[in-house]
């Protein structure tokens, strides 16, 4: 059932990229982003540590975003020899429309393929699994 779960989770996070597509962007790029979005400013340094890769291949990675208008680099507050990066405005406006794109696609397939019966075990199959994801 672990396997078969892991299988279908990872076919759905396919399919939900599939329908907000952010163009060029690498696998890491759209992980820094992410996780940007996700944790707040950061330096390349810690970029780097949570991805597990180098501090220069994360610097190549940082600069092809900010190339591109999704992150600014300002001075670390706390240290101003560092850099903390950050998300751009453009990159959370593109990010939001993403999300409500990929969610709406979601909502339109499960209403046109599950009965309300079945939307109903799926709803409490979530409350399950979210009780699984919670808790350590």
Do not use: Y
């Amino acid at each position: 059932m672990a396997a078969d779960l892991r299988a279908l989770l990872r076919h759905v996070n396919r399919r939900l990229r599939q329908q907000a597509d952010f163009g060029d962007l690498t696998r890491s790029q759209l992980n820094v982003l992410s996780l940007l979005e996700r944790e707040g400013p950061a330096t390349v340094s810690d970029l780097a540590r949570a991805e597990g890769v180098r501090p220069q291949s994360m610097g190549a990675t940082v600069a092809a975003l900010e190339e591109a208008g999704l992150v600014r680099r300002e001075p670390d507050p706390a240290d101003r020899r560092k850099s903390s990066i950050s998300l751009s405005e453009v990159a959370r406006e593109q990010i939001a429309a993403k999300r409500l794109v990929r969610q709406d696609w979601l909502q339109r397939a499960l209403s046109r393929e599950l009965s309300p019966g079945e939307l109903e075990r799926v709803s409490e199959a979530l409350v399950l699994l979210s009780r699984i994801v919670n808790n350590p």
